[in-house]
């Protein structure tokens, strides 16, 4: 049972989205899909979710899901513009509804926007398992970047979101709403039981100093033994005084703000106003 792997790399958010397939079934998954956005001009486009469409017809592959590491905070997400062209159920982690309880008040949201995670198909539980052709998708609840994020193991890969990055970035940042440090540090110790030689793949890279190249992915083995934050031998206490110390020194991402009210919605861009413009909102003086 072979699981075939094609990432797509998206410039502007340093941002890795994969198209996953059965290669018995020709069944398919695509997790974390970009939604092009120029804050500039507040302007979306779709080419890079068309570059991931391109290859689910040219390999005539089913498209199963749309699925979300997380809510994303530096893109959005282009999960409704790939269900119309495809077709799929779109899933994230079964506590999305606590990002969305934060965030629904942040963003003043419109009367009857429901903070249930009702906006997505599928509410995936820690230890949910979803079918693939012949192979299954099982789901890790990671939290501590935010509250609901999971990693998808599939076969011999995990694709790990923000959980972590290549081993010579470290960790996800764990001061946004709901994040904590001592949380990641646990959620990553259940990715550390898997194989060594578990293929893990990356939602993002920022090539660390001195590498020349995006990196998009790693094994288990590699980040227990060389993560410059999360190696084997970091105590928890280490690790939450590194990390907190670190998330001080970082500015936000310069998309947090569309990127998050968008993601909470599955993607789907706020209702338009009366004038029949839709628009995003941009608190004052909040953060």
């Known amino acids: 049972m072979a699981l075939s792997v094609k990432e797509f790399f998206d ?16 069944q398919a998954a695509i ?21 991931l469409i391109a290859l689910v017809k040219e390999l005539g592959l089913t498209l199963c899901y749309v699925l979300e590491t997380h809510v994303h905070a530096d893109h959005l997400s282009a999960a409704p513009y790939i269900r119309q062209q495809l077709g799929g159920q779109t899933g994230i982690g079964s506590r999305i509804h606590q990002v969305q ?5 942040i963003f003043h949201t419109e009367e009857g926007f429901k903070t249930d995670g009702s906006q997505f198909d599928l509410l995936l539980d820690d230890g949910a398992v979803l079918p693939l052709g012949e192979l299954q998708i ?8 935010t509250p609901a994020c999971v990693c998808y193991q599939i076969a011999d890969a995990v694709f790990v979101g923000d ?28 990715l550390f039981v898997l194989p060594d030689e578990t293929r893990m793949f990356l939602c993002h890279d920022y090539k660390a100093a001195g590498r020349n190249e995006f990196s998009f992915q790693t094994t288990v083995g590699a980040q227990k033994q060389q993560n410059i934050h999360l190696r084997q031998g970091v105590t928890e206490q280490e690790f939450v005084a590194l990390r907190t110390a670190r998330d001080a020194t970082l500015s936000m991402p310069k998309l947090l703000l569309p990127s998050v009210q968008v993601n909470m919605r599955a993607g789907q861009l706020p209702p338009a106003e009366d004038n029949g413009v839709v ?4 608190p004052l003086n909040l953060f």
């Open 11 to 26: 410039n502007d958010s340093n941002t890795y989205s994969y198209v996953v397939w059965c290669d018995q079934r020709l």
């Open 31 to 51: 997790i974390d899909p970009v939604l092009n956005f120029d804050a500039a001009s507040g302007r979306t486009s779709v080419k890079t979710a068309d570059a």
């Open 101 to 105: 309880q934060v965030f629904a008040g």
């Open 138 to 145: 099982r789901v890790i609840h990671t939290p501590g970047h």
């Open 163 to 190: 959980t972590l990055f290549m081993p010579d970035y470290g960790s996800a940042r764990c001061d946004f709403p709901g994040g904590d440090a001592a949380t990641l540090y646990k959620s990553v110790q259940k």
């Open 279 to 282: 628009y995003l909102k941009l």
